[in-house]
């Protein structure tokens, strides 16, 4: 009775949202996407209704990923709408010209515009182009069918601030080509306040030095030059942006055949320089990487890794090419440590001439580093992460895959020392064999211990991480040993993602620690584990109640030891799961998977491997009616025959795409 009075007085005093002023409830309401507005806010009352058609509600019009929306619905829209200065549709596929024509006509003060993953083509960006002139920022990713002329169209756009090109993989590449050339000579259309222009990835065929001639001149406020992938781009590009266009602070070149002259122009001009990316550029060597970082020490960001990693983006296994190698040693390393003391991230991945020398140095020198790639540098040793810990108190991933000689000793220290610790990828280093997080102290022999001080000691206030253990026969350190004990027992649980595929000496043991120590987990990989057992996946699952991303497949030289009884612990325990990987794993029932389906009400990816005896088209719709989620896209699998049977046995591997149920998530 005390709350339904409680309630009565609240609404007879006014209190509530319909109390507030109007300007406030447009504040709250401008928080809301569209479709919501129209669906949740208008039926409330004829006052909302009201307050949910002015205008400053529809000047920002936010649509992105609806793959359902039509031409007709979204033109509805924007006649609806007025004064529209933003519009975002990224990847509403169903989108075509008609739709941005429209834009075109209604919309003549447009300031930002995302196309991204639409189908747009040279008809509709030429429209807009046309009746748009004061669009601000661009951006077409992603887009099938373009040709360089409506390129030169955008480019003509007087108030463009931002430019951004990637992905478009069907150019039309035809005799245009050379009228893109001579954008160079209309001097009065080129923007003169462009602050960003990226052209990367597939645009390779329409970026050149022969391309970029002449519009670094016009474009002397750029900051943010992005040419990756474009492989024909030389020195001779770079070093004219460079002079002209000395407030740069943000270079990515990755793939481009660039070198030490390149970055010799860049540190001469571009001292301001903070993020530059030069991975894959085989011409670039420890004199160029050398001479930016002496002179621009503002630098926070800084990629000379020698490959990109092949990865499929969800079971974390990378591919690695080893014939593709960074020319950066221990001598650039170096350098960069002593003058870029502001670094926050530096990527060495396939750099063969890195080892714990430079690292070492780096941790040292650039306290503020946050985040470390080091993957296939075969040389680097328990020496870094050790000294990541002992040095980095802001770190927070850790990419290390491939790095053979690393063990669990220093992965351990590196996850109970670093408090702001997210992301570790350990993909492929054998020698992790035991993960402990428990906060017991570590025991070192007596030779160690004497040559550490009590205040090497002490977490707080020293420059060593590592204390000794009860143990230890240097009674000196016992008063060090509290604080050490307090501080590190709450340093790892602010750890995400971990990836341990191919680390074949995982068992059960490590994933009780990661169970008991790593309460908000939402992504693990043991793809290629093979020791791991049911029961490790019930540490797992029952200890992290965030999981989103699981990987559990199996190598097929190895024959997984998980049961039934894993798919039942993740279905009744992963309520967050988004994506299941247990491909491999032919000993899992038809009936267990169908239960992850209908019991992990967000799931939207399943990749599984079912065998087959008769019409494999019968097993690719599992029942799935509590969860209500559709079947999405073509599936694909490949059938292989099973040594170990006396009959052919299809194995399947398929994937499954689930649209999230919604109604059960509410």
């Known amino acids: 009775m005390t709350g339904m009075s409680d309630k009565a007085s609240l609404a007879g005093s006014g209190a509530g949202l319909d109390s507030l002023p109007d300007s406030l409830l447009l504040r709250i309401f401008a928080y809301i996407e569209c479709d919501d507005l129209c669906l949740g806010v208008r039926p409330v009352s004829r006052h909302w209704y009201r307050l949910s058609h002015d205008f400053s509600l529809w000047r920002d019009i936010k649509l992105a990923y609806r793959h359902s929306l039509t031409d007709d619905e979204f033109i509805a829209i924007i006649d609806a709408c007025h004064h529209v200065v933003s519009i975002n549709v990224q990847c509403c596929d169903s989108l075509t010209d008609r739709s941005f024509i429209h834009v075109a006509e209604s919309c003549p003060d447009i300031e ?80 003169t306040q462009l602050e960003e222009f990226t052209v990367a990835s597939n645009c390779w065929l329409l970026v050149n030095d022969e391309w970029l001639t002449g519009l670094p001149q016009r474009w002397t406020r750029l900051c943010v030059l992005n040419v990756a992938g474009c492989v024909m781009l030389e020195d001779a590009s770079v070093e004219s942006f460079a002079e002209h266009c000395p407030g740069l602070h943000t270079v990515v070149m990755s793939m481009c055949q660039v070198g030490d002259k390149a970055l010799k122009a860049l540190a ?71 003058h870029c003391p502001r670094l926050t991230y530096l990527n060495v991945s396939s750099c063969p001439g890195v080892t714990d020398i430079g690292l070492v140095s780096i941790t040292e020198h650039c306290r ?19 000294a990541i810990t002992k040095h980095c108190r802001q770190f927070e991933s850790l990419l290390a895959s491939e790095c053979v000689q690393l063990t669990s000793r220093s992965i351990n220290a590196l996850i109970k020392f670093c408090p702001r610790l997210e992301n570790v990828q350990l993909a492929t280093c054998h020698y992790m064999a035991q993960l402990n997080f428990d906060p017991e102290l570590e025991e070192f022999s007596k030779s160690e211990c004497d040559s550490m001080s009590i205040e090497d000691c002490k977490f707080g206030t020293s420059t060593n991480n590592i204390s000794c253990s009860t143990s230890c026969l240097s009674k000196k350190h016992s008063k060090a040993m509290p604080t050490a004990f307090v501080q590190y027992s709450l340093g790892f649980r602010a750890l995400k993602h971990l990836n341990l595929s ?34 490790g996946i019930e540490y797992i699952v029952k200890g992290c109640p965030y999981l989103q991303h699981i990987s559990l497949e199996c190598l097929r030289m190895h024959r997984s030891k998980l049961t039934d009884l894993s798919l039942l612990d993740i279905a009744d325990h992963c309520q967050h799961l988004q994506y299941l990987n247990i491909r491999g794993a032919v000993q899992f029932s038809k009936e267990y998977i169908s239960k992850v389906v209908n019991s992990c009400h967000k799931l939207t990816k399943l990749r599984c491997t079912m065998e087959v005896k008769g019409d494999i088209f019968q097993y690719l719709f599992l029942p799935r009616e509590p969860c209500k989620a559709e079947l999405e896209g073509q599936l694909s699998w490949s059938l292989k025959y099973h040594p170990h049977y006396g009959n052919p046995v299809k194995q399947c591997h398929l994937m499954f795409e689930f649209k999230p149920n919604t109604q059960s998530r509410r």
């Open 112 to 191: 930002k515009l995302v196309v991204s993953g639409t189908k747009i083509s040279d008809q509709g960006l030429l429209y807009i182009a046309k009746q748009c002139p004061k669009i601000k920022e661009l951006e077409i990713y992603s887009c099938k069918v373009l040709t360089v002329h409506s390129v030169k169209s955008l480019l003509c756009l007087r108030e463009l601030r931002r430019f951004r090109l990637n992905e478009s993989t069907s150019w039309v590449i035809n005799d245009q080509y050379s009228s893109l050339i001579e954008i160079e000579d209309e001097n009065n259309s080129l923007p």
């Open 268 to 338: 001469t001009h571009c001292r301001g320089l903070r993020h530059l990316n030069m991975s894959c550029c085989r011409r670039v060597t420890d004199v160029g990487i050398s001479d930016i970082a002496m002179r621009c020490p503002q630098l926070q960001y800084i990629d000379v890794s020698g490959s990109q990693m092949d990865d499929d983006g969800e079971d974390g296994y990378h591919q690695i090419d080893m014939h593709a190698q960074g020319n950066a040693t221990d001598t650039a390393i170096q350098v960069i440590a002593e």
């Open 368 to 386: 503020q580093l946050q985040c470390l790639e080091m993957s296939a540098c075969i040389s680097i040793t328990d020496k870094t992460v050790l």
């Open 502 to 535: 191919c680390c074949s000496k995982i068992a059960n043991d490590s994933l009780r620690q990661i169970g008991m120590h790593c309460k908000y987990l939402q992504l693990i990989l043991l793809y290629g584990c093979h020791r791991i057992t049911d029961k």
